[in-house]
């Protein structure tokens, strides 16, 4: 559960020209999060992040706290379904602080891209608070989940092979329930073809990865779709595997 009286999440509606694909859900989320470090230099002359936005330590690594991971999310969405990108939201499970929700107020334009290709998109905030995803049982893939390890790597001519998908998925839900304050259920993990319930549907394949050199010769990393069944309502967002904190691996409720 999130820290009490403090909201957990900052939710922008983007508008403007030819908005981004949901495929580029990752350079978008990448985005937002330098659009805020860019914000904080100019209110502050600092481009450090409040805790609850930045969520590292000292050693600038993941902060866990009450053995709750508080590294924020940055999660552009496609809430009308269209294949594009029309909201973004923060989501950070500490909660949001006075200087966090003071820098959150102060962003109205989202610059996504660079050089020639930069786009500037007007943001406006719809929604401050509690996360509104409903309770559920069973969850889908809104975005493909991307291996986090690789499923072979060539080293001096030999290949060594990595673990499925499914089995990285499963040890990160794991992973959640042993150092979660509010664990995760047991779950049944099925495969679940996106595009062939949703014929317009981007191809996993379509994804972009966002990480350096992640699609480098001898290294092959899994894109899926999923879907999730807890033995009890669970409440979100919920996001796993390979730059999820910018997008990849979201789930969402099956209503």
């Known amino acids: 559960?999130?820290?009490?009286?403090?909201?957990?999440?900052?939710?922008?509606?983007?508008?403007?020209?030819?908005?981004?694909?949901?495929?580029?859900?990752?350079?978008?989320?990448?985005?937002?999060?330098?659009?805020?470090?860019?914000?904080?230099?100019?209110?502050?002359?600092?481009?450090?992040?409040?805790?609850?936005?930045?969520?590292?330590?000292?050693?600038?690594?993941?902060?866990?706290?009450?053995?709750?991971?508080?590294?924020?999310?940055?999660?552009?969405?496609?809430?009308?379904?269209?294949?594009?990108?029309?909201?973004?939201?923060?989501?950070?499970?500490?909660?949001?602080?006075?200087?966090?929700?003071?820098?959150?107020?102060?962003?109205?334009?989202?610059?996504?891209?660079?050089?020639?290709?930069?786009?500037?998109?007007?943001?406006?905030?719809?929604?401050v608070g509690e996360s509104d995803e409903l309770r559920a049982r069973e969850w889908v893939s809104s975005t493909p989940f991307v291996s986090p390890l690789p499923l072979k790597r060539s080293k001096g001519g030999k290949a060594r092979h990595g673990r499925s998908a499914r089995n990285q998925l499963q040890s990160l839900l794991s992973k959640r329930r042993s150092i979660d304050f509010s664990p995760l259920p047991d779950v049944i993990i099925d495969a679940f073809t996106r595009e062939s319930e949703e014929q317009d549907f981007p191809a996993a394949e379509a994804f972009r990865i966002g990480k350096k050199n992640a699609d480098r010769p001898g290294v092959q990393l899994e894109r899926a779709w999923f879907r999730i069944v807890f033995e009890q309502e669970v409440e979100g967002p919920l996001a796993f595997g390979l730059q999820d904190h910018f997008g990849l691996g979201r789930f969402t409720p099956v209503e």
């Open 1 to 127: 559960m999130a820290d009490t009286l403090k909201p957990t999440t900052w939710r922008w509606r983007l508008s403007g020209h030819d908005l981004p694909p949901l495929t580029h859900c990752v350079t978008v989320g990448r985005a937002t999060r330098a659009m805020l470090i860019r914000q904080a230099k100019s209110l502050s002359g600092s481009p450090n992040l409040p805790f609850p936005l930045h969520g590292h330590n000292e050693k600038n690594r993941p902060a866990i706290e009450d053995g709750r991971h508080r590294h924020a999310f940055f999660l552009p969405e496609d809430i009308d379904r269209d294949g594009i990108i029309d909201h973004v939201t923060v989501y950070a499970s500490s909660g949001f602080d006075d200087a966090s929700l003071y820098l959150l107020g102060a962003c109205n334009q989202l610059t996504v891209g660079n050089g020639a290709a930069w786009r500037a998109f007007d943001i406006v905030t719809v929604h």
